[in-house]
């Protein structure tokens, strides 16, 4: 069965950091560009970063630029998120999604990804 979990959420305070893990079973995550979205309440999902089979070209949307950084462990099959200087504004529900294609491409498309990680939730709250 081909699945990704999402894990590392929770309640951090505003300029705290989280480490979001996104660990694949059924295939190999090596294979594929993994994008991370987030959704918060009354919002679109939206993009976050994308990076590609050879970690090669990595993207960011600009307004987590020089605060989250991506990265991939293929040993154990997992991505990682590390978010930094975090805000309230990144209250959201966090996804991985694996990229139809091995490099990223039209990055930020929902229909780029073929299948989807059930969520973790990251609240920035004083």
């Known amino acids: 069965q081909l699945q990704l979990v999402e894990s590392g959420g929770g309640l951090v305070q505003p300029g705290g950091s989280l480490t979001l893990s996104c660990t694949a079973s059924g295939f190999t995550l090596g294979y594929y560009a993994i994008g991370w979205f987030r959704q918060a309440p009354g919002k679109e999902r939206e993009g976050v970063s994308c990076i590609s089979g050879n970690n090669e070209p990595t993207y960011y949307t600009d307004s987590v630029k020089g605060r989250f950084t991506t990265s991939r462990d293929n040993a154990d099959n997992t991505i990682y998120l590390q978010m930094n200087s975090l805000k309230p504004e990144d209250t959201a529900v966090y996804y991985c999604?694996?990229?139809?294609?091995?490099?990223?491409?039209?990055?930020?498309?929902?229909?780029?990804?073929?299948?989807w990680g059930q969520g973790t939730q990251v609240n920035v709250s004083s």
């Open positions: 999604a694996a990229h139809r294609l091995p490099q990223c491409r039209n990055n930020w498309a929902l229909h780029s990804y073929d299948f």
